[in-house]
């Protein structure tokens, strides 16, 4: 099915919900407090406009509701959104019902790095590298800079939004600083896998975050696991590997 649809600004790749009835789509808006995200009914072609309330990066269904994560500007130092004060620069993990059932909750997932800019939006708050949503709704991961000046991958459940487990990613043998090129969760939830260029990725144990195992390969192009969680499939440049995880 084709869409036609007109955007302000440059668009991020869609996602669809779990059973593919539903597309979100994320968009640059003009300007701080205009609608930013987009959700197209693939079954009606309805389109409707939404206003995340943050300056956002990323986002993704977490079940039927949306995950929206971003910074928030230094402009609006010390306003109030979701009954909690905010800081410029702060990023923030922000749980929308787009049926508006629920109150939005959300959680700060890491203080501010200061930014003199303090236009609407703040490009000085972009700082995730990747996010990944287990695929049963009830967690998520970001892999982001943090305000110490390194990268992390922080974990969040989602019901309510309360942060989880953190993990530095420290740095490569020539130190370099290592960050997320890519996140994912295995079926059950129980497991989350990071991956980087130019070094081994690991699997960590989503509660704790304690390293269970290395993934092969420097820089895989992409991976998945297979429905049962038993398969990992790591993409490289110039071949497949299919690795059995063991429990």
């Known amino acids: 099915r084709e869409f036609s649809f007109a955007v302000n600004g440059k668009t991020e790749p869609a996602r669809f919900n779990r059973d593919s009835t539903k597309m979100l789509l994320t968009y640059h808006p003009r300007g701080f407090g205009e609608a930013d995200f987009a959700v197209f009914d693939l079954k009606t072609g309805e389109r409707k406009d939404f206003v995340s309330g943050i300056s956002l990066q990323a986002a993704d269904w977490a079940g039927e509701k949306i995950a929206l ?27 929308m019902d787009i049926n508006g ?13 200061f930014n003199s800019n303090s ?5 000085g708050y972009n700082r995730i590298h990747e996010i990944a949503i287990d695929p049963k709704g009830r967690q998520l991961a970001v892999g982001f800079y943090s305000k110490e000046l390194e990268s992390r991958v ?46 081994e990725g690991k699997i960590f144990a989503s509660s704790s975050a304690t390293p ?11 991976v998945a696991t297979s429905r049962d969680g038993r398969l ?14 063991r429990k």
Do not use: C
């Open 69 to 95: 994560v971003g910074g928030w500007p230094a402009a609006r130092n010390a306003q109030v959104l979701d009954g909690i004060i905010r800081h410029g620069g702060e990023l923030t993990l922000r749980l």
């Open 101 to 113: 059932v629920e109150e939005s909750q959300s959680v700060v997932i890491d203080g501010p790095i």
């Open 119 to 123: 236009s609407f939006p703040d490009p």
């Open 154 to 199: 922080v974990t969040v459940n989602l019901a309510p939004p309360q942060l989880q487990a953190q993990i530095s990613l420290g740095f490569t043998k020539d130190n370099r600083l290592l960050k997320a090129n890519g996140l994912f969760y295995f079926q059950d939830g129980e497991k989350f896998g990071v991956t980087h260029f130019g070094a």
């Open 212 to 222: 269970i195992a290395a993934i092969p390969g420097k820089g895989p192009l992409g």
């Open 232 to 245: 990992l499939a790591i993409a490289m440049s110039s071949e497949l590997l299919i690795y059995e995880v």
